[in-house]
């Protein structure tokens, strides 16, 4: 198990940026493919971005690509996502999850592949 912990969520104006930060604790970072998901009030949780324990390749859910960029520091045991050009349909708690895998490049892009979760941190797009 790993323990992940979100945190860099807040309100922002329409077209502002925001970075989240997963810091992950309780096992080695680098043996986990990471994940950021969100859920808007009243719908289902829904992928956003992957990242492979080689950082390559990394995947994104069609209505973020090119706004959204998701990275990790391994050294640090932590994951981020860049959040640019903010949309109100951005509105949302996000959450960090892992999954351990053998693979170095597996990107999960579905709920099922993870194991571990955070909390989640609430971000909120003001249009």
């Known amino acids: 198990q790993v323990q992940l912990v979100e945190s860099g969520g807040g309100l922002v104006q329409t077209g502002g940026s925001l970075r989240l930060s997963c810091a992950a604790s309780?096992?080695?970072?680098?043996?986990?493919?990471m994940g950021w998901f969100r859920q808007a009030p009243g719908k289902e949780r829904e992928f956003v971005a992957g990242?492979?324990?080689?950082?390559?390749?990394?995947y994104y859910a069609d209505s973020v690509k090119g706004r959204f960029t998701i990275s990790r520091d391994n050294a640090k045991n932590t994951v981020y996502l860049q959040m640019n050009s903010l949309k109100h349909e951005d509105t949302a708690v996000y959450y960090c999850?892992?999954?351990?895998?053998?693979?170095?490049?597996?990107?999960?892009?579905?709920?099922?592949?993870?194991?571990?979760w955070g909390q989640g941190t609430q971000v909120t797009v003001s249009s």
């Open positions: 999850a892992a999954a351990p895998r053998i693979s170095t490049t597996v990107v999960g892009t579905t709920t099922q592949f993870y194991d571990n």
């Open positions: 309780g096992r080695t970072f680098g043996d986990f493919a």
């Open positions: 990242i492979s324990r080689s950082a390559r390749p990394s």
